[in-house]
């Protein structure tokens, strides 16, 4: 990102990552940066942050299983009052209605869900694309997007 940016002007860039941490983190200041430009609101920014490092995370650690010979493609498109964010890993996939809700109590100890619940509570929407290896996040501000 080279800083010319407005808040009014669209974004677009994809990414092939491997999984290696300065790759990941690039790809991630080159998105926040893009959203920091177009002025949306710090907080949205955190959530948007957070749901980001989750999606990438799991895509790397439970899709690819850590295997460094594969990668992680991510999209993402700013337009005003809208952020598209997908993530697609190379492993088999996962249905995500067998992944126990960590809300309900007698889930509370298992270590898995919490970052579908972070991703499904900052995002506007989170749609998992069968066979379960490519997550699709939008983020709106409404009364903004056209």
Not at 86 to 92: N, P
Not at 103 to 124: D, H, Y
């Amino acid at each position: 990102m080279n800083g010319s940016f407005t808040s009014k002007e669209p974004f677009a860039q994809r990414f092939v990552l491997t999984n290696a941490r300065e790759d990941i983190e690039q790809a991630q200041r080159t998105i926040l940066g893009a959203i920091e430009a177009r002025a949306f609101d710090p907080s949205c920014c955190f959530g948007i942050r957070l749901a980001l490092e989750e999606g990438l995370s799991n895509a790397f650690k439970h899709g690819n299983q850590g295997d460094p010979s594969k990668t992680v493609k991510l999209n993402c498109r700013i337009v005003p009052g809208k952020i598209h964010i997908e993530i697609e890993d190379e492993g088999q996939g996962f249905n995500p209605d067998a992944v126990p809700d960590p809300t309900e109590s007698e889930n509370v100890e298992i270590p898995a869900g919490r970052g579908l619940v972070l991703m499904k509570s900052f995002m506007t929407a989170v749609v998992i694309h069968p066979p379960g290896n490519r997550i699709e996040m939008i983020f709106e501000i409404p009364g903004q997007v056209k």
